[in-house]
């Protein structure tokens, strides 16, 4: 090797030290001192994939193919192939523990990439290497971002190859002095086309990723490229995105043997699970809590806005609640528009930005549930650039106070999600579920149904979010939420019931109910919120349960009581499965 390949090397070998071992850190930092609180569909990502490893029957309702996550299930599929001697010195034979591990390892290291990505997109639009770092520390703090970083789900995985596909197409477009002069050169052909693939990978990844597309396109023309080298990057891209997309979704619509629309229409809508809850208030809601944790907070809000006759909430709670979360949200999100309407490279940014935002927006207000964090990752790295660009215009001029702003904002970040995601805080919660349970599980035969009320219980997120707690490594118990809100199951939650616990007795095991269905009203601590559910109140619950004979109890007033298997059960079950009664429970709702 020549003397000035090697000072070349050894120079190339400073700048990545310098410039991203202090972000790489921080997120192995980040990552060791929290955990996931909220697992996501992990769970049913590793029973699809048990179940195509061993030649199981097609599931419907979660399919190894999946529309919405096209390769999520086989990447996984292949993780776990690849890393089974290695998950299994750390889980031991199960094979379920072992394949949420897999995915989990996918995960982490899906988000170290995203944080290595964002540090350098960062630098296309900053000089300054604490504007990158400072931005890039805001995104690993981010609730959405740190939470599924940790878990099985696809999010994570899929905005790396967003991140990466966004890197390529602003490579040549850069006014930061870090970058090495010859990464100063217009992308080549195939840089630009695998920048589509990448894009492409990120929508087969998770579908609404899609939505990011139009603004990644539009990011060499923001980033002042020439208009026609823009031109040609934004039309190779498409093209290649397009190209990938439809080979990709071709090839699983002739494996699965879908030819017409009709089963088209059907696998698509089967990916939305059937939840359809939107709204204006659950968007600004969800927004918010991308980047903060805000717990259940959101039920106080909900209480207040709908008079909740149960448990009702004063303007004054909410002001003691996350309503201070929301305003340094929202008051840091009006200082970045300010900030980028100042000068024309922040308002090209801005454009971006918006151009990022519409779909999005238009998309959580009309079609998804848009109270959900993990909806607005797609908006990330274009949040990120705008940060970026905001905090580098505002070190430029006087007075200096979008870096204030920021700074708070990061601060609340990481006290906010601290808070939450902490690994003791975690442990307790664990604890407290565990106490509950009492000696449930130790009597509860294998294939037992726990019946609660909805996914908001602490016991239905204790099984979903904890899958590696003793108690739910026996693998005897599995937790049923009967209501899930905003679900096309919510107008046939007694007969799925009725089903599930007939699944249960003939599988040969038993059907525990919790206690708080039999109660009159629901305690605050339990996470109901009258009128949130018009379809279902909150005395349609004793009412259908009452009906039902009962025998052991296990635990306190809070406990659970063992649905008998007497004729008279078994008959009223049976009424319900076959859907007897359904016209008049319909008729009943429609009157609300």
Known sequence: MQPADTQSTARALGYILRRYTAVALAYVLATALTDAAFMGDTPGYTRAILTYEHGGAYIWDNPFWEFGHLLWRPLGWLAFHSLRPLVALFVGGDERLQVTLALMWLNWLAGLVCVL???RLCARV???AW????????????HAFLNYAQTGCAYVPGLALLLLGLCLLARGSTQSEELHADDEHAPRTGELLAAGACL?????????YVLAVPAALALPATLGVAHRRAFRAAALAAVACAAACVLLYGAVLAHLGIYDLAHLKAWMAAAGHGYHRTGLARMLFGLARSFMHMGQEGILFKRFLLHDPYNPVTLR??????????????LTAAGLTLRLLLSRDGRRTFALL???CAPVFAFALVIFEGGMPERYLPLFPFICLALARALNEDARRRPAF??????????????????????????????MVAA??????????????????????????FYFNYPFHPLNRRGQLEVYNVLEPGAARIVTWRADFARTAQTAWAAGGDVWLSRRFFAPRPQAEWNWVEGDERRVTWADLPQFFAQFDTSDAVGDVDGFVLLARTPRNEELLAHWAAGAGARQIEQADEGR
């Open 131 to 142: 504007v990158c770092t400072l931005v890039t520390l805001i995104f690993i703090a981010a």
């Open 317 to 330: 709670q909410l002001f003691g609640a996350s309503l201070w979360q929301l305003a340094i949200f929202y």
């Open 436 to 461: 509950r349970l009492a000696d449930l599980p130790a009597r509860a035969r294998p294939h037992s149904v726990v019946a609660v009320i909805h996914l908001q219980d602490e016991l239905a997120e």
């Open 354 to 356: 918006a151009i990022a």
């Open 402 to 431: 979008f870096k204030y702003l920021a700074l708070v904002f990061a601060t609340a970040l990481v006290v906010a999600n601290a808070r939450a995601l902490a690994k003791p805080v975690l442990a307790r919660q664990q604890a």
């Open 200 to 208: 492409a990978g990120a929508i087969c990844l998770w579908f609404p």
């Open 117 to 119: 990505l964002v540090r």
């Open 126 to 128: 900053s000089d300054r």
